[in-house]
């Protein structure tokens, strides 16, 4: 495989998740994909890590993915800990801190700031240098850099913006440069696009030409949700819009430690988080084996969840009249938390009730010829209470339900088969998107305070006007470029300058309207004025791959400029996104 003159002797995908992340590659001459299940401290074997990392009080990293955990505990037991920082879950932070400075995001441990840019990029250098020891072992050392293709996958949902802090993050971490041929080694892989290639690759016997097919990615943190046909050659076209949210499994999680909150008081909580951060770990990982055992079908009975030892002695010494409450509401039992299946069924309901209403949303999309089979992938699909709820509300609009035998794996494998054959050949645009131009003023439908009259044309002008490219909901061919001409304003014009903008909205006239955001801007010179008013700027937007790339060529000298959109600061992805 070639890519930009240098050869791809491997292709390595990235899963970077809200709670584990994994790394999986191929060898370009055999194909076979190679995942990583023996990880460092890991219980049992898995395709996937702990997304978490810790700290040292200098900052450096002292240890990550199950490790971390375990490091964390021997600080405590050392009674050395305070000063350490653990992070989880930290990818949805890309979104949800309510913090932000010049890096982005940022969250606060132990009274210090960290940008979360930081820790996606440690973490990402750390499953990148696993990586490559692991991939150059195989190749007795000869392997370049330049010789491997990364391929990381990201959120349906995301914005344009958070994927630009991806591929920072990436740069930083070392998996590529910064120049722009150094910018073709990494891929940006949607993550329901990786699972319907994995799909397609575990279940060829059911996708021929014509058959529909949505994917349901249910992660940690997001739900990602899209829906293709498959083509001739076996090539993918996605057949509506895709959609989402934050409807992961860490939503559940939320919801049980509101659950607790109410049984035990929000302050005891509060207190065994921050004075036993260590146990309050191990509880909810006693809570994630419950979470995902639970199965309304064969629980009838009630399940007993134990009080951590440390949590009983913080009741027993500070909170008895809470220990003596839970006692008399559980019949004497206070050293458990009593969830019935009534109650285990009300804390995923939140969670499974907007993912279900997205699925919804897609089947309207998809109209009267709905689809033939529904993928369940990503970590949270083994949860038997999600592949019950979505048996129950669609098994009888398609053919069949599939949960593939490792979900975990669908993402990971799905985005090293992406860089091997990248077989997405349509997307639909999530947004409308256009630059800003001058066009004739029209008294029956422009606002006189956008006229301006054009000396050098002769003629009265309109401001603002939104030229757009693509509208939301089109169709998209990978690698289609969607090009416009624009010529100056003015016949001694040297440079002509863009700002490009997206919106949810299908139809807008003016870049001022609400809701439409500026999202970047690009310069192109003009040195040669000779043309006057007759010089004509080609611009050419590419849309089928997961980032906006522009081409602009002056046409006069023959000058081209390729970019991918700068963000600039007004760009709000909570107007715009998801």
Request: aromatic share 10%; hydrophobic share 35%.
């Amino acid at each position: 495989m070639n890519n930009d003159n240098q050869r791809i002797s491997v292709v390595v995908g990235i899963d970077f998740g809200t709670s584990r992340s994994g790394y999986a590659y191929a060898f370009i001459d055999d194909k076979k994909i190679i995942g990583k299940t023996d990880w460092s401290g890991a219980p049992a074997p898995y395709p996937k890590t702990l997304t978490q990392i810790l700290y040292s009080p200098n900052r450096t990293v002292e240890a990550w993915g199950f490790d971390a955990k375990k490091r964390l505990a021997q600080l405590r037991n050392n009674k050395t800990a305070a000063d350490y920082h653990f992070f989880q879950t930290f990818k949805m932070q890309l979104r949800e801190a309510k913090e932000r400075n010049e890096n982005g995001p940022v969250i606060t441990s132990n009274g210090k700031k960290f940008a979360v840019l930081n820790l996606i990029t440690d973490y990402l250098r750390l499953l990148k240098d696993l990586a490559l020891k692991e991939i150059k072992g195989a190749t007795a050392g000869f392997l370049k850099d330049s010789e491997v293709l990364w391929c990381l996958t990201i959120p349906a949902i995301w914005t344009d913006a958070d994927k630009q802090l991806m591929r920072r993050a990436a740069q930083q971490a070392g998996l590529i440069g910064t120049s722009d041929s150094e910018a073709e080694r990494l891929l940006l892989v949607l993550e329901p696009e990786a699972a319907a290639l994995y799909c397609q690759e575990k279940d060829k016997s059911d996708l021929e030409p014509g058959t529909r097919f949505m994917i349901v990615d249910c992660g940690g943190g997001t739900v990602d949700i899209t829906a293709h046909e498959v083509v001739r050659d076996k090539g993918l076209q996605e057949i509506a819009e895709g959609t989402g949210g934050a409807y992961g499994s860490t939503y559940v999680d939320r919801s049980f430690r509101e659950y607790l909150e109410k049984k035990l008081s929000p302050q005891v909580i509060s207190r065994f988080h921050d004075e036993e951060p260590l146990d309050y770990i191990e509880m909810m990982a006693d809570w994630e084996r419950t979470k995902c055992d639970f199965n309304p079908q064969t629980s009838n009975s009630v399940i007993y969840f134990p009080i951590r030892p440390k949590l009983y002695k913080l009741l027993t010494k500070n909170y008895p009249q809470i220990l003596e409450k839970l006692a008399d509401d559980q019949d004497g039992e206070d050293s458990h938390i009593l969830l019935s299946s009534e109650t285990m069924s009300a804390i995923f309901t939140p969670t499974l009730k907007s993912l279900v209403e997205k699925v919804e949303q897609q089947f309207a999309k998809l109209g009267k010829q709905g689809c033939d089979i529904i993928y369940l992938v990503g970590g949270f699909s083994k949860s038997p209470l999600l592949r019950q709820l979505i048996k129950d509300k669609f098994d009888k609009r398609v053919k069949k339900i599939v949960m593939p035998t490792e979900p975990g794996a669908a993402i990971v494998e799905g985005a090293v088969s992406f860089g091997i054959d990248p077989r997405i050949r349509t997307r639909r645009s999530r947004l409308t998107y256009g630059c800003c131009t001058c066009v004739e003023f029209n008294p029956d439908l422009d606002p006189k305070s956008k006229r301006f009259y054009s000396e050098d044309h002769q003629e009265w002008y309109c401001n603002d006007r939104f030229s757009p490219f693509v509208l939301a909901g089109d169709s998209i061919a990978n690698d289609e470029a969607v090009i416009h001409s624009f010529f100056p304003m003015e016949r001694n014009q040297t440079q002509l300058g863009f700002r490009f903008y997206a919106t949810k909205k299908q139809r807008v006239r003016y870049t001022d309207e609400s809701g439409v955001e500026q999202i970047g801007e690009l310069t192109v010179e003009m040195p040669n004025t000779s043309g006057g008013l007759n010089r004509e700027v080609e611009v050419g937007m590419y849309f089928g791959k997961t980032e906006i790339k522009i081409e602009a060529k002056d046409k006069t000298s023959g000058k081209q400029y390729s970019t991918k959109l700068r963000f600039s600061s007004t760009y709000s992805p909570e107007i715009i996104g998801g």
